[in-house]
């Protein structure tokens, strides 16, 4: 379900490991190129699963990573212009904690949010950037021994911010079921969010908000652990309404991971929808203040298998989504993956992978007129190392 993640100290210490992800041909296609990314020393596994750019061009990259293999600790990393530079994250106690998500509606504020797992536990996780340090913000507690997790979050203003995921009861039998914060610069308060009728559980999966009364929020919903389907909410500032979307017809399995609105009237999302071959394919559905339609993906020409994680729009015409791509059917190595859109269809862009790499692939990415940045991650032989693509038009 989409409640997982998509697909995770100072300036100084944690970026003595900062790895360049390629250079000449390998780290530049068709105006994708590759930056160098940090991490955290001694890491066996860093990952980062979303990014978000502020006006002004500073932007906050978020994931996680694993100084044994077998702990997550929260990771930041920070693009002022010049380099990308690991920022300090709290974590809480005796936990694992991850970041899926983030915005930064200004250069001196960003709002990440994610999941903490303990060996009794799986609860919400929000943290604050104020321009100079992580703080962690407490979520409304639930109610005990229910699992939640948040997955995305979109702020409109530094002191107006929405965030969802999924949630699921303590009780025998429960089935998980939309969750929606918000965040009004001092505290996060629960939304209730209508519960699409679904035998196996539900979960917004993504979110984006023009104003505090104007988000709109994707997901998808479960029948019978076979029968997927992908739905939107959208809210004005009292109540989600549900809207319903196109499903592909092929195993009926189909995801919805991120969504982006330029506009009231004009809105991307992004995921993916799996054939009777049982082949994955890309699936972009655009919102045009009245309705969803299902609009035709690009891929590479040798792709098999693709999915996209990510999209962005930095107007009606100008969006850009991201995941990763195969040559061989439900099989690594993955490749990353671009498509752009210019209002009228979806054209699938060249993207580096890193020299060396084994598997790769964009989680995340966010667009400003000066162009978009893609996060993500990729593989070698001694583990998985933060990826950061950057396309200027």
Request: hydrophobic share 40%.
């Amino acid at each position: 379900m989409g409640t997982s993640l998509k697909g995770t100290a100072a300036r100084g210490a944690l970026v003595a490991a900062v790895l360049v992800g390629g250079s000449g041909a390998a780290a530049r296609a068709a105006g994708w190129e590759i930056q160098p990314s940090a991490n955290p020393a001694g890491a066996v596994l860093a990952r980062l699963t979303a990014v978000s750019c502020a006006p002004g061009g500073s932007c906050m990259a978020v994931g996680s990573y694993s100084p044994d293999g077998k702990q997550e600790l929260t990771l930041a990393e920070r693009w002022d212009g010049i380099a990308w530079t690991i920022v300090h994250t709290p974590n809480l106690a005796g936990s694992s904690d991850l970041l899926a998500g983030v915005s930064c509606p200004a250069a001196g504020s960003c709002v990440a949010v994610g999941f903490s797992v303990t060996s009794s536990s799986v609860h919400t996780l929000a943290e604050t950037w104020d321009g100079h340090r992580w703080t962690v913000t407490p979520t409304p507690p639930g109610e005990a021994g229910s699992i939640s997790s948040l997955s995305a979050v979109s702020c409109d203003a530094p002191a107006s911010c929405t965030a969802v995921g999924g949630v699921t009861a303590a009780r025998e039998e429960a089935q998980a079921q939309p969750l929606a914060l918000h965040w009004d610069g001092s505290a996060w308060a629960a939304l209730l969010v209508p519960n699409p009728e679904a035998e196996n559980g539900s979960a917004l999966t993504g979110v984006s908000c023009l104003a505090a009364n104007a988000c709109m929020a994707t997901g998808d919903f479960v029948y019978a652990d076979v029968d997927q389907s992908i739905f939107a909410a959208r809210f004005d500032g009292s109540v989600w309404t549900l809207e319903s979307q196109p499903n592909p017809r092929g195993e009926n399995f189909n995801a919805e991971s991120s969504v982006s609105c330029a506009a009231g009237d004009s809105c991307e999302s992004v995921g993916s929808w799996l054939t009777s071959g049982l082949v994955t394919r890309p699936l972009a559905e655009g919102w045009n203040g009245s309705g969803w339609t299902r609009q035709p993906t690009s891929r590479p020409p040798h792709a098999v298998s693709a999915t996209l994680d990510g999209v962005s729009c930095a107007g009606a015409a100008s969006c850009a989504a991201v995941g990763e791509w195969t040559a061989q059917e439900h099989a690594i190595p993955t490749l990353t993956l671009a498509e752009e859109w210019n209002g009228v269809s979806w054209t699938a862009k060249r993207t580096p992978s890193p020299s060396g790499a084994q598997s790769a692939s964009l989680a995340g990415v966010s667009c400003q007129p000066a162009g978009c940045v893609g996060a993500g991650s990729y593989s070698v032989a001694g583990g998985t190392r933060t990826l950061i693509e950057r396309n200027a038009p």
